[in-house]
């Protein structure tokens, strides 16, 4: 059941929503680089509570959302909900079923992508295109395709170091690929995609440096480059989408 309230009441409810992520996503970053004991002991917490609003936030759209709208907010709080829980996994110690926090977030986070582009692709149904947007579409998703395949090679195959885990990073690559080329595509029709293409394409760097990180051993020592780009590149795809709608709202 959805809000059928005014939208214009509640604009300031994501906005408080997002000064909330940044405290929490800020604070979490500023834990990774402290020599505080206190506040990097809560480093996780931080991290995954900034996350969880997130999905806060695409269950807020997908409550006020109607019609289309409302099946696309809620694809974005499945998969945000999704990426939470391998957000989460740290804190559960042993009680996580993958005791590495590899391959089962892989597959947490790729079914949360999936959950991105069907949100993407009703998001471009909306809207009318010419054959030259539709072909544009196809484009994007095959440069994001090659450019994924690229990254994978350098960050993953060429490292030395877990070669178990490079086939399944291959594919968990593509699928990112894939929601990048997608969410660019759909921009063709509708601007604010390009926030959320933004964000998926920050999503898509997070894999490639976590991927340096274990298949090359190589680690970022003065900030979490990878918390960064993931957890800048999440909040654009979400806030990225809703801004589309709240657009539409006060035209």
Request: aromatic share 14%; hydrophobic share 55%; proline share 4%.
């Amino acid at each position: 059941m959805t809000s059928t309230a005014p939208p214009t009441r509640t604009f300031w409810i994501p906005l408080l929503l997002w000064v909330l992520w940044a405290g929490l996503l800020t604070l979490g970053l500023l834990a990774d680089a402290t020599p505080s004991a206190g506040l990097k002991a809560n480093e996780t917490w931080l991290k995954a509570g900034s996350s969880l609003v997130l999905v806060a936030t695409a269950c807020w759209f997908a409550w006020r959302a109607t019609g289309v709208w409302h099946h696309v907010a809620r694809y974005l709080a499945v998969g945000m909900a999704l990426g939470s829980m391998g957000d989460a996994s740290p804190l559960l110690g042993n009680w996580w079923p993958d005791p590495q926090r590899t391959l089962l977030n892989m597959v947490l986070f790729g079914i949360g992508h999936l959950a991105y582009i069907r949100a993407s692709v009703l998001a471009a149904r909306m809207s009318p295109s010419t054959p030259k947007q539709a072909n544009g579409w196809y484009a994007s998703l095959a440069l994001w395709l090659i450019a994924g395949a690229v990254l994978w090679y350098f960050a993953a195959w060429r490292g030395a170091h877990h070669s178990v885990l490079k086939w399944p990073a291959l594919a968990y690559t593509l699928l990112l690929a894939t929601t990048a080329g997608a969410t660019l595509g759909t921009a063709l029709t509708r601007r604010w995609f390009a926030v959320v293409a933004l964000g998926a394409m920050l999503f898509v760097a997070s894999d490639a440096l976590l991927a340096i990180w274990i298949f090359h051993d190589y680690r970022y020592p003065h900030v979490d480059l990878v918390w960064l780009t993931y957890g800048l590149g999440q909040m654009l795809i979400v806030f990225g989408a809703l801004g589309d709608w709240l657009s539409l709202q006060r035209d």
